[in-house]
């Protein structure tokens, strides 16, 4: 039921009252004794009127505004993305560039932080909210990282000695600082979807592409499935296959071997990434003569 509909039965019940009302006055003149009479059992007849009205409709209002709270809206990730990301080749690798230069300066950026660090996490209700935000969150706080150190050549060359980027508490929400650790593990992989691995980007040129849209829950799944899709065709960083070596071999990113356990539950690598894959190449992953090996990793920063 909309606001709309909820606002007209109230409406509704306000013109019965000042019908009655009306109608008190009209009786105004009978004598007192039918007058009292009257009034009583119109008394009643009010208050049983409003009982039934009133209190459904503001039980109502009260219901749609709680289930309809909405999740954190990410339109300043929106528009940062579409502002500072650009398609690009660096290192021989074709990916969405980020142009640090210039988002370091944008002041929608500072914005973003502080609405997610006044973010209260109680108003994320569905597992697709929570996946869409968390993933958002860890590439804003990626982002954040290169932003507050650039220039810099690579992402882990934040870290220290004792304690790594990922570690590093870089930005809050709901008032609680999170290292991208703390993201990546103790919150999206628990989620159980392992299609988040290219969805979340470490700012490296050897990542999945930054999407140069924010996710949403109520798209989410095919922007997981155009993520994994588009990963899997760039034949320098997501999957290419070698049939001129004996045994012909699978090159795949590292990333699949790295997380191989968050796959086992769909039948590991091989069997979830085949339906993401061009005809020919999952006959192929089919092909139990040909290796799998994983290709070098790139970890200069995604962009300039």
Not at 63 to 82: C, Q
Not at 114 to 131: A, H, I, V
Not at 160 to 188: M, N, P, Q, T
Not at 266 to 294: C, D, M, T
Request: some cysteine; proline content about 5%; aromatic content about 12%.
């Amino acid at each position: 039921m909309s606001v709309s509909h909820i606002a007209f039965i109230i409406l509704a019940c306000m013109s019965q009252r000042t019908t009655t009302t009306s109608l008190q006055v009209y009786f105004g003149n009978m004598n007192i004794t039918e007058n009292s009479r009257f009034m009583s059992r119109q008394g009643s007849l009010i208050t049983r009127f409003l009982k039934f009205c009133f209190m459904p409709a503001f039980f109502l209002l009260f219901t749609f505004s709680s289930t309809h709270a909405k999740a954190f809206e990410f339109s300043d990730w929106d528009i940062l993305l579409k502002k500072h990301v650009k398609p690009g080749l660096v290192d021989g690798i074709s990916l969405n560039t980020v142009v640090y230069g210039k988002l370091r300066l944008d002041p929608v950026f500072h914005r973003l932080e502080n609405n997610l660090k006044s973010f209260p996490l109680s108003k994320l209700r569905t597992n697709q909210e929570k996946l869409a935000f968390w993933i958002n969150v860890y590439n804003i706080f990626a982002v954040k990282i290169v932003r507050d150190n650039y220039p810099l050549k690579s992402i882990k060359d934040v870290g220290g000695l004792f304690k790594s980027v990922w570690k590093l508490k870089v930005g809050a929400v709901d008032d609680r600082k999170y290292s991208l650790d703390e993201i990546e593990h103790g919150i999206l992989r628990k989620m159980g979807d392992p299609r988040i691995h290219t969805a979340i980007v470490c700012a490296s040129i050897s990542c999945p592409d930054l999407s140069i849209e924010a996710y949403k829950p109520e798209k989410l799944d095919h922007q997981l499935d155009r993520q994994m899709r588009r990963f899997l065709a760039n034949p320098n960083k997501g999957m290419r296959i070698n049939a001129n070596t004996k045994p012909p071999r699978i090159f795949l990113s590292p990333i699949f071997d790295w997380f191989a356990d968050d796959f086992k539950s769909s039948g590991g690598v091989l069997k979830f990434i085949k339906p993401y894959v061009s005809p020919k190449y999952r006959h192929a992953l089919e092909n139990p003569q040909h290796r799998v090996s994983y290709m070098d990793y790139n970890w200069s920063i995604n962009g300039s």
